[in-house]
């Protein structure tokens, strides 16, 4: 149980243009989602928090107009990064938490974004 | 806000040693200190996680414990393997869904 799916795994877009994610937990209703980035042999930076239903919580230094989530439903969220840039290529990964198990987060398995 | 910080960044052992990670963290309100690992390419995986209410916790060669008073927690795995092999990240979090707050993670090398 308690599996988070993130789609699509790589992503190679040009300058510019937006890349949206999506990340979905399959059989449980995902209270919380988190959004994080992972520079290459760095620790997890956690981008946002995500409650379903309301608007997302951004950490310091993170643009929430450059970086758009949503949570729409307690099993999907999706990040948006609009006019990605070369320095916007990263490892996106997303974790999921539901109450009953208090604080365990479920990870995803990520995306690779390359923005050329 | 949380800080957590962990030591050593890397660690190499001889397949069947001991491997010992510490983390430190600042926030008193802290009450749930997860370990994770993580392959490359591949998703953080939890091996065992404590909470504030427990001082030790055990699960076949991982153990964690936890002090409090001195805010720090470690990792132990004994019998290592290399399949050990991997990036351990600590992290520490508060109650409800408050969000994990990650340390700097350990490249752990066991060789064979």
């Known amino acids: 149980g308690a599996v988070v799916s993130q789609h699509p795994s790589r992503v190679i877009c040009k300058s510019g243009t937006s890349v949206k994610i999506e990340c979905r937990s399959l059989d449980f209703q995902a209270t919380t989602m988190f959004w994080y980035r992972q520079f290459p042999k760095k620790s997890l930076m956690l981008m946002a928090t995500s409650n379903e239903g309301s608007k997302a919580t951004y950490e310091q230094g993170v643009e929430k107009d450059k970086f758009l989530i949503n949570h729409a439903s307690l099993t999907l969220s999706t990040l948006t990064v609009t006019s990605a840039h070369p320095e916007d290529s990263s490892f996106y990964i997303c974790?999921?938490?539901?109450?009953?198990?208090?604080?365990?987060?479920?990870f995803g398995p990520g995306t690779r974004l390359t923005v050329l | 806000g949380e800080n957590v910080e962990q030591h050593p960044s890397t660690l190499s052992v001889q397949e069947g040693d001991s491997a010992v990670i510490k983390c430190t963290y600042s926030?008193?309100?802290?009450?749930?200190f997860p370990w994770y690992k993580q392959e490359l390419g591949k998703r953080p995986q939890l091996i065992i996680d404590i909470r504030s209410n427990v001082g030790e916790k055990k699960d076949q060669r991982i153990a964690v414990t936890l002090n409090k008073t001195a805010k720090h927690f470690s990792l132990h795995i004994t019998e290592t393997q290399p399949e050990d092999s991997a990036v351990y990240f600590c992290?520490?979090?508060?109650?409800?869904?408050?969000?994990?707050?990650f340390g700097t993670g350990t490249r752990l090398l066991v060789s064979p």
């Open positions: 992290a520490a979090g508060g109650t409800g869904f408050q969000k994990l707050v």
């Open positions: 926030d008193s309100a802290s009450n749930y």
């Open positions: 974790s999921a938490s539901y109450g009953a198990g208090g604080n365990e987060q479920f």
